[in-house]
DNA sequence: AGCCCTGATTGATATATATCAATAAATAAT
DNA sequence: ATTATTTATTGATATATATCAATCAGGGCT
């Protein structure tokens, strides 16, 4: 049972009058999380709609080296993992939390019987799927349609907060060792495409780096 | 105008009235492809809603080397590409018949008005969403999680065609170069897994080919 | 300050796969 | 059936990136 006050804050269920809160509050709880716990496994089986409500959480694949290649990094509230539960398929991918986190779990059978027919809901549900889709397309073209140099300087151009982060996480999530990003960043800043600033670098010329992925 | 008997036998509009099919007639229609057209190209407008009636349809990216990475290779009545028309974004990727074939095509913004509040059409575009982002999935899983070898060995275990596929086109598909696939099958069949006959190779211990993968 | 400890860098080497080039086999055309 | 054309195989080499190993910061902590 959940706080009716808190789904309200949800883009997800803005359109929902009281008493649907109140209905949606019965078959759904909440869930907290501390950094590094795991949300779920891949091939776990998935029970519940999963909504993020809190914190950062990585989805990810491991690969038989136990390398992770991150398939998504939600930071939003925004519905975890839809497509497996939809399906009533173990979840494809695991799922952990990079920072303290929650979740809101939902019944999901019913779920879909007193609200997946409602066209608002729906319409959250396609605009939710579609972005699940592009999220992954991206990963594919940064993955495997770029080679390392084009991923690291697609990267730093599209997330302000990529020269932020931590080297080795971040190659991680860019699925390369730190040895060969730190090796990219060298050839940047040789290249003054960008600038060492104290322990951080800065990007210095935008439109040199959107050369090489473009 | 579309036949609508034609339409009658897609199972996305299997549970619409004679009265409905008519309406949806009058908002699509039918286009006849061959071998090796391409339906769309990557960054073109998507306007229309596209269902593939006949043929096999590939829906690939080109990295900057023009490799094709292959996303999806479509052979039944399905939808395409109706992440791109949903979101009103341009196409992520190309696609282009790998057979003759065709498509019908319908006029979105009516579609959604008419026939995407309805529930029966709503579930059947989510299993549609749905299935689209299974297939990404087992696209990353296959291309960045798995080896040469190892993708080599799911792909002919999971799918019967692959070894009457030709095989630059099946090397394609798994985004290795045809070398390096026939490295690879001379390498199984050194070791017994597959066995030529012919001029194409037969699966002859499933359980061995399952491990290298798994 | 100095001491840990995690993370970053650098160099040397290994490895998988691509590329290039030559040939062989299979399929299609005459 | 013979030729032409596409597709497959094989070997030699190149290339990108991983791996291994050593060293080098920077940031807390006592």
Redesign the interface.
């Known amino acids: 049972m959940q706080d009716i006050n808190e789904l309200r804050d949800i883009t997800f269920f803005e359109n929902l009058n009281s008493e649907e809160l109140e209905q949606l509050a019965t078959i759904s709880r909440k869930r907290k999380f501390s950094k590094g716990e795991v949300l779920f496994y891949e091939k776990d089986e998935s029970r519940f709609l999963t909504l993020l409500t809190e914190g950062i959480l990585k989805v990810y ?4 080296k136990n390398n992770e ?1 991150v ?1 998504h990094r939600f930071q939003y509230k925004t519905l975890v993992a839809e ?1 497996a539960v ?2 009533g ?1 173990p979840y ?2 695991s799922a952990a939390f990079e920072t303290d986190g929650s979740v809101i779990e939902i019944d999901f059978i019913k779920f879909k019987k007193s609200f997946l ?1 409602s ?1 608002d809901i ?1 319409f959250a ?2 605009k939710s ?2 972005q ?3 999220c ?2 991206d ?3 940064l ?5 390392s140099t ?1 991923r690291v300087a697609k990267y730093i151009c599209e997330n302000q907060e990529a020269l932020q982060m931590k080297h080795n996480q971040l190659a991680q999530y860019l ?1 390369m060792t730190p040895e060969t990003l730190s090796r990219v960043f060298k050839k940047f800043a040789k290249l003054g495409f960008i600038e060492k600033v104290g322990s951080s670098y800065i990007v210095k010329d935008k439109d040199a780096l959107t050369i090489l992925f473009e």
Not at 61 to 64: A, L, N, Q, S, V
């Open positions: 694949k491991t690969d038989p290649i398939l497509m939809f399906e398929i494809p991918a027919y066209p729906a549900f396609f799927l579609t699940k889709i592009k992954l397309e990963v594919i073209a993955n495997i349609v770029l080679d084009a699925h």
